[in-house]
Nanobody, 121 residues
Framework: QVQLVESGGGLVQAGDSLRLSCAASGRTFSSYTVGWFRQAPGKEREFVAAINLGWSGGNPYYADPMKGRFTISRDSTKNTVYLQMNSLKPEDTAVYYC????????????WGQGTQVTVSS
């Protein structure tokens, strides 16, 4: 099992920044991808960004609406992935989840409990 714990959410104003953290523990894999997803009230969960913890450079990639405002990074020594969110907008309000894909055909099999991000206008 892989345990994921998100932190860093909160209430901010439009234009502010937040950094979310996702700490992984438990079973390790030689290489796995950690992704950030979000779900706003009444909406489906959507992909935000992802990065691989084992590959050189991590191969980060983003959903198009997040490019330029969000940055995903990793500290492989700490098994932690970060999501830096800048120029936040009210429409970024959502519960943000991190998830791990061990790249063994199961997809994003492990999920954290989520952290609330609320952006006021």
């Amino acid at each position: 099992q892989v345990q994921l714990v998100e932190s860093g959410g909160g209430l901010v104003q439009a234009g502010d920044s937040l950094r979310l953290s996702c700490a992984a523990s438990g079973r390790t894999f030689s290489s796995y991808t950690v992704g950030w997803f979000r779900q706003a009230p009444g909406k489906e969960r959507e992909f935000v960004a992802a990065i691989n913890l084992g590959w050189s450079g991590g191969n980060p990639y983003y959903a198009d609406p997040m490019k330029g405002r969000f940055t995903i990074s990793r500290d492989s020594t700490k098994n932690t992935v970060y999501l830096q969110m800048n120029s936040l907008k009210p429409e970024d309000t959502a519960v943000y989840y991190c998830a791990a894909d061990p790249l063994i055909g199961t997809g994003y099999h492990y999920w954290g409990q989520g952290t609330q991000v609320t952006v006021s206008s």
